[in-house]
């Protein structure tokens, strides 16, 4: 895929990856919309675009699908297509299951999975008249399997996987392309932003998060698979690029390095 004039859909484009994805894809050529709830962040990540021209401050929740159907009618009266969605609005989790209120566990699932679903179902009509399109979604390692802490995050993230393969599938007549993008270790805020048990924000930057993959990097990677049309990457440094390989081949030693690995 050539970015050159593409108009590409980015959500939770107010900072971290898809503040990135807006700045690198826009230095390319792309047209790019900018969605996150705070208008006032959004457009302060307008002012750094190479191409603040060609872009489009578009504020919206991921937990308000009923403002969904005005979002999609003013980014098709405006530019008539959507080459590219990236749903990348997002949300993680720091506590066990038990300690969790339901609460949570619904605004994740809201967030990461209803929120996307919600939108590409609004987008969908429109998307099939169309001679082609990608809908890149930023899933997770923990969309592939569990760990410590984020059984609600997980939950939400093996949905966004079935719920995206399942499209695939039926869209591939459509030239509907579907690119899963797991990405786990990223340098961003997301640990800072995870909810804990009672929904308040962890407030701390773990050592995964500081001492990840830096976010221009990541989004290089997201970027090529996107060009390249891949189905599925995983982007991760050492052995957790390996770890779906080997929870396939060796699931009880998978186990066992995943019970010694505590948060």
């Known amino acids: 895929m050539n970015f050159k004039n593409k108009i590409v859909w980015i959500t939770g484009a107010s900072g971290g990856i898809g503040e990135e994805m807006a700045l690198q894809l826009n230095a390319k ?6 969605s996150a709830r705070r208008k006032e962040v959004l ?9 603040p021209e060609n872009s489009l401050v578009l504020p919206m929740d991921m937990e308000q699908p009923s403002t969904f159907t005005e979002n999609v009618s003013q980014v098709i009266d405006n530019y008539g297509r959507v080459d590219v969605l990236f749903l990348n609005a997002g949300i993680s989790q720091r506590s066990y299951a038990i300690n969790t209120n339901m609460d949570v566990d619904h605004r994740l699932m809201n967030v990461n999975y209803f929120g996307p679903v919600a939108l590409t179902k609004e987008l969908l009509p429109y998307l099939q008249k169309q001679a082609s399109c990608n809908i ?3 899933s997770s390692l923990g969309g592939k399997f569990g760990f410590y802490e984020r059984s609600a995050y997980s939950a939400s993230k093996f949905a966004l996987q079935g719920f995206f393969e399942s499209l695939r599938l039926e869209e591939f007549e459509n030239n509907i392309h579907v690119n899963l993008l797991c990405a786990v270790g990223i340098n961003t805020n997301m640990s800072m932003n995870a909810l804990v048990g009672d929904g308040e924000t962890f407030g701390k930057q773990s050592a995964m998060q500081a001492e ?3 976010v221009d990097d990541c989004v ?15 982007i991760a440094k050492g052995m957790q690029r390996y770890s779906t390989k080997i929870k396939e081949l060796f699931p009880e ?6 019970r010694k690995n505590k948060p």
């Open 29 to 34: 050529g792309a047209i790019v919309i900018l």
């Open 136 to 138: 890149a979604v930023n």
């Open 253 to 258: 030693l998978f186990f066992k390095l995943l």
């Open 43 to 51: 457009e302060s990540v307008k002012s750094k675009l190479q191409y």
């Open 212 to 214: 990840g993959i830096a």
């Open 220 to 234: 290089r990677q997201m970027i090529s698979a996107i060009e390249k049309n891949k189905k599925e990457v995983i």
